[in-house]
């Protein structure tokens, strides 16, 4: 099975619906950059799964979910510019697992 690296970023009204799709997305395996924005490596139908689980926590009127994913080749083309990631959230070793 193929896999995908993927950024998933939220803006999420509740404080509840919040927490829940941020568990989930590191139950996904997935890497907290900034506190709503993750990064992980995902096979291509956990993208879709966790798709549909963030349609179901969230409030479709309110909220806004962004489910990026990128192949290898775009994804070394990031430019991260700036502050970049929250340096309490992503150390050195995390990082090298992305870039």
């Known amino acids: 099975m193929s896999s995908i690296l993927a950024w998933i ?5 509740e404080d509840k619906a919040r927490n829940k799709i941020a568990k989930v997305c590191k139950k996904y395996g997935l890497t907290r950059v ?26 479709e009127d309110t ?3 962004y489910l ?6 775009d994804f070394r083309r990031i430019q991260v510019l700036g502050q970049g990631f929250d340096k309490k959230l992503v150390n050195d070793e995390i990082l090298s697992k992305f870039f």
């Open 34 to 59: 900034q506190y709503s924005i993750f990064l992980g490596r995902l096979d291509t139908n956990r993208f879709d799964e966790l798709a549909e689980l963030c349609l179901d926590l969230m409030d």
């Open 68 to 73: 990026f994913p990128f192949c290898q080749d």
């Open 9 to 13: 970023m939220y803006d999420i009204v």
């Open 63 to 65: 909220d806004s979910v």
